[in-house]
Structure formats: structure tokens, C-alpha cells
């Protein structure tokens, strides 16, 4: 009777959604190279552009390993990865005067095409592209600016979809990821005192908020009910952090949220 009891509680808990707490870090890996300021991820690879010289996007598993790697159009003034389900890579190229996007070969870097940002974005943070593993292509391009703390959407062809200013309370926001999960835009805020990772609605209203596991945080994607997110202080490190799908997500003071994974 005992045996046939464990038997049904164990079954039981099987079919019990596991909880977890947004932002808990699930696993890390030292970053490809010094420098990591951008991150995109694929089904299969997570990418990561380190800004040290020889400005390359790198290629990594979920573990770290490094599969391939090319070296970016932009060189130095690369500013963001976002990924294109369909196997693009978009980068954004960082300009006080003409700031640009471009669509690459996430293979070996090769642009397919590209298109200048509205003239007051320097573009000086990053990109990311929104859209979802079931839907290939690109519903916009997310771009976003250091100073004057602007966010904006392009369609692919450059078009600007809209665009709103987060708070200078909360400055510094870098590469961003899109969370089609939740439907949001997170950003890591650079700096060493108090570090947080932010979420924002399309609109421009912030959602929620949790603690980076570490200081500078920089880079930022998303894929599957995880963001992954890069420290750009030694020692360089790619964080894989827990951000499940949910109803809705409480506002940052509550702090860490507990969630339902789907």
C-alpha cells in the first residue's frame, strides 16, 4: 500500500509546474574574449561580440565553446547583436552623425543589407530584433541610444515604427534583448553601484526589474524562458538567467518574482 502511494505522489508531482524566481542564474561561462558588449541567441548557439580588438562575433554553445567566430563590418563601433530566426544576425553600427543597422550572414558576417537610424539616435547602446522562434523573420528592429536615453523601433527596411525615452533615473542602458515570452525589452544598466537588469514595454512603460549577477552588466538576449547576459568588467562572464514566461510580471520593487513556468 505504501509502495502503490509513493508510486501516485510521485506521479503527481511530475505533473506540478516547477516555480521559478526571475533573475536566479541558472549557469555561466567565461566569455570568448575580452570586452563582451553584445549577445544574441538562436534555438541552437548563444552570439557574443567582444570589443577588444580584433572586434569579433563569436559563435558558442549553451556551455561556452566557441564554434566559429567572424569579425565584425563595424570593427570598433559595432553597438548590439540581435538575432533573425532564419539564421541573421543584425548588428548596429554606433555614429555621431549617421548611425546605421545591418542585416549579416550569422555565419561569417557578410552584410545582406543594411539602413541608417533617424537622425538623432547615434545609436550608441545596441539592437535586438523582435520576433519569435515560431514566426521567422523580423517584426521590427529595437535600437537604443546612451544619451538621449532614446529606444526605438525600425522595420527592416528602416522605416521607424516609434520611439520613447526611459528614464534618465536609470541611464547607461545598453545591448538590449526582445523577451516574446513576455513581450518585453530588457536592458542591463551599466554600471558598478547597485546594478539592475530592466524590463520595458514596446510602449515605453517599465515592467519589471531584478539584480545582475554581476557589475557593468552589458549585453543582453533572449530565447526560450532564459535571457542571457554579459559582464564587460574582468572577469568577463555570460550568464544564462531564469526569466519564465508568465501572466504577468509584478512591478520591480517586489523584487525577485516568482513566476510559473509554462
Known amino acids: 500500500m505504501r509502495k502503490v502511494a ?5 506521479a503527481f508531482l511530475m505533473v506540478v509546474p516547477a516555480f521559478g524566481a526571475l533573475g536566479d542564474v541558472i ?19 548563444i552570439y557574443v561580440y567582444c570589443g ?33 530566426y532564419g539564421n541573421y544576425l543584425w548588428l548596429g553600427y554606433y555614429g555621431s552623425s549617421v548611425a546605421r543597422v545591418a542585416k549579416v550572414n550569422a555565419a561569417n558576417g557578410s552584410v545582406i543589407s543594411s539602413f541608417p537610424v533617424y537622425s538623432v539616435h ?16 523580423v517584426t521590427s528592429i ?4 546612451y544619451l538621449p536615453y532614446v529606444a526605438s523601433r525600425h522595420t527592416t527596411a528602416g522605416s521607424l515604427i516609434n520611439s520613447f525615452t526611459y528614464s534618465s ?31 520595458y514595454t514596446t510602449a515605453g512603460s517599465m515592467a519589471a526589474s531584478f539584480p545582475a549577477p554581476g557589475s557593468y552588466p552589458y549585453g543582453c ?6 535571457l542571457w547576459l554579459c559582464r564587460s568588467t574582468s572577469p568577463y562572464y555570460v550568464y544564462q538567467i531564469d526569466c519564465p514566461n508568465t ?5 520591480a520593487s517586489v523584487g525577485k518574482v516568482k513566476a510559473l513556468f509554462r
Open 247 to 251: 501572466v504577468s510580471i509584478k512591478p
Open 6 to 10: 509513493l508510486t501516485v505522489l510521485m
Open 221 to 226: 538576449g533572449y530565447y526560450g524562458g532564459y
Open 142 to 145: 529595437i535600437s537604443n541610444d
Open 52 to 84: 577588444a580588438s580584433p572586434y569579433r562575433v563569436y559563435t558558442c554553445t549553451t556551455t561556452g565553446s566557441v564554434v566559429s567566430s567572424f569579425t565584425s563590418p563595424h570593427g570598433s563601433r559595432t553597438r548590439g547583436v540581435g538575432y533573425e
Open 122 to 137: 547615434t545609436l550608441y547602446g545596441g539592437v535586438a530584433c523582435q520576433g519569435n522562434p515560431g514566426s521567422p523573420g
Open 169 to 199: 533615473g536609470t541611464p547607461s542602458f545598453r545591448d538590449p534583448a526582445w523577451d516574446y515570452g513576455n513581450n518585453l525589452i530588457w536592458w542591463g544598466h551599466y554600471t558598478s553601484s547597485n546594478p539592475y537588469v530592466y524590463g
Open 27 to 45: 549557469s555561466s561561462f567565461a566569455a570568448p574574449a575580452s570586452s563582451p558588449y553584445a549577445v544574441a541567441c538562436s534555438p541552437s548557439y
